[in-house]
Every structure is written in structure tokens, then in C-alpha cells.
């Protein structure tokens, strides 16, 4: 722990331009620390860096131009689940921000030795009951009546549930504006997504609940959510709703399709005043993200699998590069399959 919380500290205090002697003051407070406890805690501003480069580190994520503008919720000292609960719902309604969406994240307390206080087992807050993902939350509440997963998360040792308000969700209608028959179908999605399912690492400390969100690519809904086979596999009903003529694969029917629904839900987000991003300009902003990285002399790092859109591929920038998929802290990480169930 303490060699990786001296290079964490010496990398920020470098990056962020901190003198010599703060840094060496630090680093004997966080020895000590260590020495006495096994462990130390982070300043706010160690952990606000700390997240921010989290993000930027974040390999599948397209969206790390944005990395410095992460806000910290910084709930370390939540104790109790009445407490746990209202700060997930501070959550998204902060996030949320009536449509105008605010990268956020809330930091719960850290893993100490084999004590972890809160994790959540949904892997987003917000998910539907019909979504075939969430089937562990479903097996353990079942019965559910509302349309949202109740979420579940377990505080030392014991498994809670509550229920997601339905007033705290803002969600998108589907429209598409030269379509009138695709309105018909009645799709919706919601506005924010957060992921929940992440364990946070920064400086050898352990964040295992620190559920975080950036806001929507138009095609992570409609390309993969609403159409991929193992999701909610809606695309003949879509392209019944479009009128596309299906007997053949020489109509080209799923490929118009998902580019109507693509251009559907990225309508439909822009005309209710909900933050949305098109995979043009996603990539566009990660090539600007590139430029900068490379300007501050950082190696960048990435999941090409992730950054590729799943629509048009090949007309954006990143299908025609290689990335090193080196996972470098501060960084988040997913949870090993069975937890928290396998202690």
C-alpha cells in the first residue's frame, strides 16, 4: 500500500505543479499513517484528482475528454443504509440536473482489510425489470411491481433492498420524426446512465461502492440495448414500425433499421432537453482527447473493442487505430463474478 500511495501522490503533486517540500510532508503523514493503522485516508482534493484520473484512465470509455470535470459527491462518512439510500437518490437527482446531465460520482467509504462497508450488487443503478442483465437482482426480490429494479446492495455482510422511486427517473419517450408508426410502440429509455458495479482504486485504497455517470452514446440504446439479441431484441418490430420490407436480407432492412433507431433515440433525447452525445462526435471528442494527452506527455491507453461505436464502425477515426489496453491506476474495475455473495 504504501509504495503504491507514494506514487500516486508523487504523480499528482508533480501534475499538479506542488512543491517539493508538500510532497515529501505528505508522503511522511501517509507513512506514519500506514505504520500505525495499515491503511490512510485521502484528502478531498487527493480524492477528487484521485476519481478524475480514474476516469481518464478508463479504457473503454470514449467520453475521457471530459475527465476534469468530474464532480465528487464525497460520502466517506456515510454509516448507516438510511443514510446509503438517501445519498443514492442525491445522486440521481444531481446527475440528472433536469436533463442537463452532470458527470458525477459518489464515493462510499473504502475497503478496510477484509471490512467493506457498502456495495452495491445492481451493475446500474437504473434499470428496468424487463432488462435481461439485471436477472440477479430479480432473483433476489422477486415480485417486482415498478417499473425500475429495486436496488440492492449489501452493508457489513447483510444484504438490503429499496425500492427506486419512479418520480426520481427521467426518462426519454422514443420518437421519431418522420416515422409516426415507430411512436406507436410506445419505447422509452432513461436519461442517466450510472454505473454501479465498479470497484474504485486509487493510491493502494480500495473504493468498493463509488457508483459513477457520463451520459448516453444515442447508439449504447439503440444499436446495443434495444436491438442486440440478448437484450431486448426489438429490431423486427422496429423495422415492422419503419415499414421495411423483411423477406430478404437484400433490403438491407437491419441496417436501415439501426440507423433510424439510432437517429430516433438521438431526436428524441435533443427534443426533450436531455444530454445526449451521436458516435461522430463522440470520436471526435476522443481524437481532441488524444491531442491533449499527447500534449501533456501521457501515454493514453484504450479497449479498441469499446471505443469503436457499434454503428459505422469504420467511418470514425478509432477503427482505424490500435490502442495499448494497459490498465494503469487511479482506475476502476470490475467486481469479481459472485460478489459480494463470495465474501
Not at 105 to 124: A, C, E, Y
Not at 127 to 142: C, E, F, G, H, N
Not at 235 to 252: C, L, W
Amino acid at each position: 500500500m504504501l509504495e503504491l500511495a507514494q506514487s500516486f501522490i508523487r504523480n499528482m503533486h508533480q501534475e499538479l505543479n506542488i512543491s517539493d517540500v508538500a510532497t515529501k510532508a505528505r508522503l511522511r503523514v501517509i507513512e506514519e499513517e500506514i505504520s500505525q493503522t495499515g491503511t490512510y485516508q485521502h484528502t478531498t482534493e487527493e480524492l477528487e484528482y484521485g476519481v478524475r484520473v480514474a476516469w481518464r484512465n478508463s479504457n473503454r470509455c470514449i467520453g475521457r475528454l471530459f475527465w476534469d470535470k468530474l464532480n465528487l459527491i464525497d460520502k466517506r462518512s456515510v454509516q448507516t443504509p438510511a443514510e446509503f439510500e438517501a445519498a443514492l437518490l442525491h445522486h440521481i437527482d444531481y446527475a440528472t440536473n433536469n436533463g442537463k446531465i452532470r458527470p458525477s460520482i459518489t464515493v462510499f467509504p473504502p475497503r478496510n482489510g477484509h471490512h467493506t462497508p457498502f456495495t452495491i450488487l445492481n451493475d446500474q443503478l437504473i434499470r428496468y425489470t424487463s432488462d435481461t442483465l439485471a436477472d440477479p437482482v430479480k432473483a433476489i426480490k422477486p415480485g417486482i411491481t415498478s417499473k425500475f429494479l429495486p436496488i440492492v446492495y449489501q452493508h457489513d455482510g447483510q444484504l438490503h433492498t429499496f425500492e427506486l422511486p419512479e418520480e426520481k427517473v427521467l426518462e426519454v419517450s422514443l420518437r421519431h420524426p418522420s416515422h409516426p408508426a415507430f411512436d406507436d410502440l410506445n419505447l422509452a429509455w432513461y436519461a442517466v446512465p450510472i454505473i454501479s458495479g465498479m470497484e474504485l482504486r486509487i493510491g493502494g485504497i480500495i473504493y468498493p461502492c463509488a457508483p459513477f455517470n457520463g451520459w448516453y452514446m444515442e447508439s449504447e440504446i439503440a444499436s446495443r440495448n434495444l436491438l442486440d439479441c440478448y437484450r431486448y431484441n426489438l429490431i423486427e418490430q422496429i423495422a415492422d414500425s419503419f415499414g421495411f420490407d423483411r423477406k430478404t436480407t437484400a433490403t438491407y432492412w437491419r441496417d436501415r433499421t439501426l440507423v433510424e433507431l439510432n437517429y430516433a433515440v438521438y431526436h428524441s433525447y435533443k427534443s426533450q432537453g436531455v444530454a445526449v452525445v451521436d458516435h461522430y462526435t463522440a470520436s471526435k471528442q476522443f481524437e481532441k482527447f488524444e491531442e491533449q494527452e499527447n500534449a501533456a506527455g501521457r501515454h493514453i491507453t484504450g479497449d479498441w473493442t469499446w471505443l469503436i461505436p457499434p454503428i459505422s464502425p469504420s467511418l470514425v477515426h478509432n477503427f482505424h487505430k490500435g490502442y495499448d489496453n494497459t490498465y494503469r491506476d487511479p482506475n476502476f474495475y470490475y467486481r469479481k463474478k459472485g460478489y459480494p455473495f463470495s465474501g
